[in-house]
């Protein structure tokens, strides 16, 4: 379909962005890439009143090293992100993941800022920005504040974003050696959302796992830490340390993930039944925990 | 309301566009480019694929406003004079179409994918391809079509370069 007419403001800094969204009103929104917002637009599921296109602003773009963390401009593009050695280098779960989002069309276009604002807990990069505790720097007429990834996903498709503020930017932090990452996505074809995601992270110790990091996507309206299976997997030992091995049948990293959906809300859809996203989200967090484990 | 430059298979165009206008349709209904096809409402297909600026993008997910300035490649702006791109040929001598909707959207992620991998395995290829649904094929042909094109490519960049 046509989407439904729109005003269209295309500022020329984060500054004009911030007062044209004021101005415009609770009904405007801030255009990115678009690659979420124009299949909503097309099938009207949205209706905004103006659009705002900061999808050219120079002062939101780039992937910068920042000491202790990487700084990931608001407006690089999933492209960017997947290619920079960088990200590759210090925060590999969010390449990994973002590599695993829609087709290479749209991931020349889409950006890992508006993936983030957008909130859909289906999506990828949502999980991985809770599991490694990223934050989170907005901006609005009345100045810059930041949002730990734990506040920042109120509810579905609702960012802790007022209506004139623009995410500029993430702060992920490095963390360091001993880390093991890996994302783990069940879905039905190439594009589709992830029916349950697994986002893990897992320092290593003597052959142990000293810390687990797990973000889940798609088992709540918002992205959730598996934090029962995070304290039941702390000193399990990383057995077998090879795939493949039998291990005599134990397998205390699997027993450590039998928690992994407790306290979450799983959505009840076409593709999945609240029970089987149960399921998906034990075997899924015991498959991306090893393979992080073992990295 | 915005007006807007785009360079379309090299040529220049003016244009004053509503908002709302999706690049798709600005290559349709006012360029003639009916080479580009729409094939669903939800970016899901591929169909509409076109180069941006040297990067596949689906034509039907961008508004022709965020195109201003940019540099538009269709199906239609491959071929030089009558000879088809590698690329287009290789469908052709392939079979890798049955209704042809998918086709031009195929050939240029195909193209893009090349961009990347000049020399992709047939995993690389289907993966390359994995934003372009085609309800025909069974895709045997098509990811045939891209190595074939792939060496005709390769073969040809070799002539020149020598």
Redesign the interface.
Known sequence: ????????V?PQSVEEACSALADAGDEAKV?AG??SL??L???RLAYPTA?V?V?RLAELQGIRDESDHVFIGSMATH?DVVRSPLINAECPLVAMATATV?????R??GTFGGSLAHADPAGDLPAVALALDCTFVVRSGSGEREIPAADFFVDYLEPALSPEEILLGVRVPKLGPGWGYHYEKFHRT??SWAIVGVAAAVRRSNGSIEEARIGLTNMASIPVRARAAETALRGVAITPAVPGETNGGADPVRDACGDAAADTSPPADLHAQPDYRRHLARVLTHRAVLTAARA | M?RITVTVDGIRYDEEV???L?LV?LLRDRLGRTGTPIGC????C?AC?VM?DG????S????A??ADGCDVVTIEGLATGDRWHPMQTAFHQEHALQCGYCTPGMIM?AI??LAEDPDPSEEAIR??L???LCRCTGYCNIVRAVRRGAQAMNEASEVTTS
């Open positions: 379909m046509i989407p439904a007419a729109f005003d269209y295309r255009l678009g690659q124009l299949p637009l097309r099938l659009l296109d999808g492209y829609a087709d290479p069309a749209v020349h276009r190439a594009q | 915005p509503e908002p709302r999706l349709h409402d939800t970016g899901n591929g694929t941006l990067k596949s993008a689906k039907c997910s961008v508004l406003v965020q992620a893009d994918l993966e390359g994995e934003g372009n």
